[in-house]
């Protein structure tokens, strides 16, 4: 069984930064796809950002992230990031880590979509004051 543990959540200030990481076990990490997704509260779990299995360069992002945001991964480490900037009182959120371990079963485009997900991490509190 695959875990991912998130790491790296806290309590800052609006406008500063904050990177989150998730490690994943398991020997097939660099052909997974991975996204983080969102929980605000009183609101329902959302995506946030995307990056592909085979060719990193490959991201997508919320409308909401603004260019604020870059995904990134380390094939050998098995862990995906969040760099997170300039980060505002609604990016309050539980910050979950997800992986598709058959990403190239979808032709179309289906990123965003938390049913393509086959393992979720338990989150991180990410919180931002004024």
């Known amino acids: 069984q695959v875990q991912l543990i998130e790491s790296g959540g806290g309590l800052v200030q609006a406008g500063e930064s904050m990177t989150l990481s998730c490690a994943a076990s398991?020997?097939?990490?660099?052909?997974?796809?991975m996204a983080w997704f969102r929980q605000r509260p009183g609101n329902e779990r959302e995506f946030v950002a995307y990056?592909?299995?085979?060719?990193?360069?490959?991201?997508y992002y919320a409308d909401f992230v603004e260019g604020r945001f870059t995904i990134s991964r380390d094939d050998a480490k098995n862990t995906v990031y969040l760099q997170m900037d300039n980060l505002k009182p609604e990016d309050t959120a539980v910050y979950i880590c997800a992986a598709d371990k058959n990403p190239a079963f979808y032709t179309g485009d289906y990123y965003f979509v938390g049913d393509k997900y086959d393992y979720w991490g338990q989150g991180t509190q990410v919180t931002v004051s004024l």
């Open positions: 990056i592909h299995w085979g060719n990193n360069k490959v991201r």
């Open positions: 398991g020997r097939t990490f660099s052909s997974y796809a």
